[in-house]
């Protein structure tokens, strides 16, 4: 065999690897959705959860998975944000610069099973907030956060220097520049980052179970911070490890349908509202 | 002599700068903010070494009752009666770990080479979003298309239930699989073009080029993306639980059910009470998984330091 037959082959060989992760990842989608679409009605998406009997719905996880996300969103955007800029603008070569990189490689290396014992410890134990929905968005905030000051850091320095430079040449403070032409500059970028984070919060379980508990108040919607909330993603664990009812794989499989649904619309919409920010940035071009 | 230029020439005392009040405020909301994205930094810092020692001094607690040599070293894990030897984790942990890595580099390796130098600009365009959609997809939901999909068919081929190592191991490897590939893609790309160019221009073909030039330039890349694919597979706990038929024994095959450290703590934390012994070992477990993935950020640092020095 010689060498321009081996080159053929290996070509051949590298268009089906590339290939073989595409089919992979459309099965995966087929049967997700395949098997859950059809258990997704109005009746699932904002029923009340049931116990014992078959028939149960995942209205008030679904709430509450949006309203820990917000929360946490809430909690890490301007720390995460906040860090972001200081590493992108403000730092030097310090000590304490390599210390705050080196934590956010750190922290974003962290298992989410530990940061969920480190909430449960600080939040739901010492600070007494038990099993709640603001100690699970604390939580979770958590591990948004070294994507975030990642995710702020770049969005900024994609920003040209230029800029920069010709705000404080006008006689603005840094924080004048950085307000008014840093940010929006990087805003679109930083609009795309977020998103992914959010995408991400939203499917993260092993977090949750003990930060904001397994089980739902019993009004709906509630938006109080303070009840126990369990979110969707934790109650496709919940409902296939532990609960007792005869329809768990149905729910099970309604749930990562919906969940997935969720999450192709956070990574479709990803490019939408920067895109749209850009044309009103750049006057229409 | 009342022109302009004069005017300007004879009034050296009038052209202070003009610092109203509204300037004053910006200037301290100027060093307040320096202030708070400094703080905002700090926090970071500091949260990271409140993770480790609220964590680190929970679980070193369990050595009070626990010898460490038991506790590393025994593969007895019966709470209910003091046995708490955790070398059952820690061994399906590094087992699973490493099955995992070896699943998933093949194909991560040969689909970053891919992307990297051989597909059109069409097909990055579908696959570069179809990578990103593996990270994207939430781990329950691997977890359950393990449960509901490999573990039947692996039931079915082997005669057994199908839990254990070796389905988490397929899981684990399509999860970390996008991380290697695209770290990977990216230290192939960053590679300078002269390499390509004088390979190509010594008569090399495309293959011979990619396999022994352009791969072994771009290992410390490569590297780095597997110990992160590593350290993805070592933390991932939903997915795992939910194919690995968490009982707590060493395993005597793929296919024989065990408990990897993660799922080790989602199992038992929920029937323990807090500070009871049992429940420090759960601590224990997270500060190894905690000092594990240190370790693997460190390793990294150094891989990157020496390909600098080169």
Not at chain 1, 100 to 109: D, G, P
Not at chain 2, 23 to 29: I, L, P, V
């Amino acid at each position: 065999m010689n060498s321009r037959v081996t080159d053929k082959l290996a070509t051949v060989y590298f268009w089906v690897s590339g290939i073989a992760i595409i089919a992979l990842l459309a099965a995966f989608l087929i049967r997700i959705l395949g098997d859950g679409i059809p258990h997704l009605s109005w009746h699932f998406l904002f029923g009340r959860p049931e116990e014992i009997v078959a028939g149960g719905g995942v209205g008030p996880q679904l709430f509450n998975s949006f309203y820990i996300l917000f929360l946490s969103l809430l909690i890490s955007v301007p720390i995460g944000v906040g860090a972001g800029v200081y590493l992108a603008v403000y730092a030097q070569k310090s000590k304490f610069t390599d210390l705050v990189r080196i934590s956010v490689e750190v922290l974003s290396s962290v298992p989410s099973i530990v940061f969920g014992l480190f909430g449960f410890l600080l939040f739901a134990n010492l600070l007494g907030l038990k099993f709640s929905i603001l100690g699970g968005a604390a939580t979770l905030s958590l591990l948004n956060l070294p994507v975030l000051v990642r995710v702020t850091e770049e969005a900024i320095r994609t920003v040209p220097e230029s800029y920069w430079e010709a705000s404080l040449a006008l006689g603005s403070t840094k924080w004048q520049a950085i307000r008014k032409v840093l940010i929006p500059a990087a805003l679109p970028t930083l609009i795309t980052g977020i998103t992914l984070v959010a995408g991400r919060a939203l499917g993260e379980s092993a977090i949750l179970i003990y930060t904001a508990g397994l089980s739902v108040s019993r009004f709906f919607p509630d938006f109080n911070p303070l009840k126990m909330g369990e979110t969707l993603s934790v109650h496709l664990w919940y409902i296939q490890a532990e609960s007792l009812v005869p329809d768990a794989k149905n729910i099970a499989q309604g749930s990562a349908a919906l969940l997935l649904i969720v999450v192709l619309v956070f990574n479709l919409l990803v490019g939408i509202p920067s895109r749209i920010l850009q044309k009103r940035l750049t006057g229409g071009k | 002599m009342n022109s302009v230029a004069d005017k300007l020439v004879n009034a050296k005392e009038k052209t202070r700068p003009l610092v109203t009040s509204w300037t004053r405020a910006q200037q301290r909301h100027d060093s307040l903010m320096r202030w708070v994205f400094v703080g905002s930094a700090a926090l970071v810092s500091a949260i990271i070494f409140s993770i480790i020692v609220f964590v680190g001094m929970q679980g070193v607690k369990t050595f009070a009752d626990v010898s460490p040599l038991e506790f590393f070293f025994s593969t007895d894990w019966t709470p209910t009666s003091n046995s708490f030897g955790a070398l059952p984790f820690l061994y399906s942990t590094l087992l699973l770990t490493l099955l995992s890595v070896v699943l998933a580099v093949p194909l991560a390796l040969s689909g970053a080479l891919f992307m990297a130098k051989i597909a059109p600009k069409w097909m990055r365009e579908i696959l570069r979003p179809a990578t990103d959609l593996f990270v994207g997809i939430p781990s329950v939901v691997y977890g359950l298309i393990g449960m509901t999909f490999i573990v039947p068919l692996l039931g079915r081929m082997t005669g057994g239930i199908g839990y254990g190592i070796l389905p988490a191991a397929i899981i684990l490897a399509v999860m970390i699989m996008p991380t290697i590939l695209s770290i990977s893609e990216d230290a192939l790309r960053a590679l300078p073009g002269r390499l390509e160019e004088a390979s190509l221009a010594l008569g090399a073909t495309r293959w011979q080029t990619m396999w022994r030039v352009l791969l072994p330039a771009a290992r410390p890349g490569i590297l780095t993306g597997i110990i992160l694919g590593m350290g993805r597979a070592i933390g991932e706990t939903m997915a795992v639980f939910m194919v690995i038929g968490n009982s707590p024994q060493m395993p005597k095959s793929l296919l024989d059910s065990t408990t990897v450290l993660t799922t080790a703590i989602v199992k038992d934390m929920g029937n323990t009470n807090y500070g009871t012994t049992w429940n420090n070992a759960l601590y224990l477990m997270a500060l190894v998984l905690l000092v594990i993935s240190l370790a693997l950020i460190l390793f990294i640092r150094i891989v990157a330091k020496r390909s600098e020095l080169k």
